[in-house]
């Protein structure tokens, strides 16, 4: 359920709308491809491998949980049952050469009132004994991934570095949860010579060995580190799944129903500002072995998520679409419901202008720049927010789609504007973070959504009326303690 996708809201701000395409902003030129001396071998190739038998089709067990529970414990990271929050704050992502900032994230821990800011940990490479990835000024924080890799009950925090100034090597910094949450004194690098490495991350159980694995992107490849109980000793070395010329955004959940995540992946193989492809990676005992269905065309230029949002026990892929579509230049949602074969061929176009979303569409709306997906009403189909971080005069908005038996959106669809989360004034890219997360434990999925100008981090409660925007919770640097100039504070939330 997890995802991430390279920084196409950011692109909104930093970009003309018409001059955006597929390649991630901001990106140096890809440096020639040759493997680096101590890239591993690729050991999962993409060719086709049989399918897994599967014998039954029940779905899993019908409650609020279905939907929710996996993902609330891939970011519990104290074990206590509650969802907790990591806040990137990785530094301007600005052309500044002179830039030293190395980032840092916050995590804020839920609690039966939601999440506390006075109840956080802050992970600094250097501080409190979190090793150094890196040099100076590589951003710490850009992305991060939750899950149990070590398999001790207590879900872990990977955090990656967009490391564009540095020639390499890069390393993903993966931070061990306990009783007492994240310590940065518990901790591993996985390093790689590529020094985009680590620029996105995603997290599933791959082999289905109760571990969850961890999903890294490079420019130009997407690679997997299965997780393990000896890993806090010796990091596992990363594998090669897919080569691309460009790896633009990963997702991970099983979307062929067999219990075992399956990894997600939107590239550009060709054109770079063509509309990108996608294509399933199915997980087994073996690990991520071939591609299940066939490859997408346009998942490449927004968001991807994975969540079973008709509840037929089937995680179903979304991949939003904000620029390609002429037909509707506001952008787009697509929707392709699992199936054991993998993603339906058959796609749903979900987009402002369908029947019971909100809003017309508008050029430049951005609609599905950014995705989330979460059991927001507890009626155990998974529901998705969707980012239009350019709606709004570039104001920004937040569309919650609700799941049901049909698919999606086929019951009121309702838009939240900067106002409803609390910002004052003229933000900017509001929507541009999304997390649905169970922060209070009443199987609800709450909102956790920032903007593009202000360091602010809007909390939005999920209640049996919906998700409320009376008293939403925000947290700035200033409540967590934590510098706040030019920190970027709430680029990556997991
Ligand atoms: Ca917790
Ligand atoms: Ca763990
Ligand atoms: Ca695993
Ligand atoms: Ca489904």
């Known amino acids: 359920m997890l995802m991430i996708v390279r920084g196409f809201a950011a692109a909104l701000l930093v970009a003309s709308l018409a001059a955006c395409t597929a390649e991630a902003p901001g990106r140096q030129t890809p440096v020639a491809s040759a493997p680096a001396a101590s890239a591993p071998a690729a050991s999962a190739p993409v060719t086709s491998a049989p399918a897994p038998s599967r014998t039954s089709t029940t779905p899993a067990a019908r409650g609020a949980c279905r939907a929710g529970c996996d993902a609330t414990k ?3 990271y104290n074990g206590d049952g509650y969802a907790d929050l990591a806040i990137g704050a990785p530094g301007q992502q600005s052309d500044e050469e002179d830039s030293t900032r190395s980032g840092y994230v916050v995590v804020s821990y839920g609690g039966a009132r939601g999440l506390g800011p006075r109840r956080r940990t802050v992970l600094q490479p250097g501080r409190d004994g979190l090793p150094r990835g890196f040099t100076e000024g590589e951003n710490f924080g850009a992305s991060s991934a939750g899950g149990d890799f070590d398999g001790d009950g207590y879900a872990d925090l990977a955090v990656g570095a967009s490391s564009e100034r540095s020639d390499g090597p890069a390393a993903v910094t993966i ?17 790689h010579e590529d020094p985009m490495f680590g620029e996105l991350l995603t997290a599933g159980d ?4 109760g571990h969850q694995d961890l999903a890294v992107a490079t420019v ?14 010796q990091p596992p070395r990363p594998r090669l799944v897919r080569r691309s010329s460009a790896i633009n955004a990963l997702a991970a959940g099983d979307v062929t129903g067999d219990r075992i995540d399956d990894l997600v ?29 066939p490859t997408f ?32 230049p506001g952008g787009q949602i697509f929707l392709h419901r699992g199936s054991a074969s993998g993603p339906a061929a058959e796609r ?81 890219a509001f929507g541009a973070s999304l997390r649905l997360s169970d922060f209070d434990k009443d199987g609800r999925a709450d909102l956790a959504v920032t903007t593009r100008t202000e ?30 100039k030019d920190s970027g504070f709430g680029r990556s939330l997991t």
């Open 74 to 76: 891939a970011r519990d």
């Open 175 to 191: 931070v061990f949860g306990g009783r007492d949450g994240l310590s940065a004194r518990s901790a591993v690098l996985i390093r």
């Open 206 to 209: 791959f082999n289905g060995d």
């Open 220 to 233: 130009e490849a997407a690679w997997v580190v299965y997780g393990s109980d000896g890993m806090r000793r």
């Open 265 to 293: 992946v939107a590239f550009s193989d060709d054109d770079p500002a063509d509309e990108g492809t996608g294509a399933v990676h199915r997980g087994s005992r073996g690990g991520l072995k071939g591609v299940a269905g």
């Open 297 to 328: 065309d346009a998942w490449g230029v927004g968001a991807l998520a994975v969540g079973d949002v008709d509840g037929d026990g089937f995680g179903d892929v979304i991949a939003g679409n904000a620029y390609a579509d002429a037909d509707d």
């Open 348 to 428: 749903v176009l979900i987009s402002q202008n369908s029947p019971g979303v909100p809003e017309d569409s508008e050029d430049g709306d951005g609609f599905g720049t950014e995705l989330a997906v979460g059991d927001v009403n507890a009626d155990g189909y998974a529901d998705v927010a969707v980012g239009a971080s350019g709606k709004f005069e570039m104001n920004g908005a937040v569309f919650l789609l609700y799941g049901g038996r049909g698919g999606l959106a086929e019951a009121g669809a309702r838009v939240l504007r900067p106002g409803d989360a609390g910002f004052a004034g003229d933000v900017q």
């Open 455 to 484: 360091p602010v981090v809007a909390v939005l409660a999920a209640s049996p009326e919906g998700v409320r925007t009376t008293r939403p919770l925000l947290i700035s640097p200033e409540r967590v303690g934590t510098p706040g």
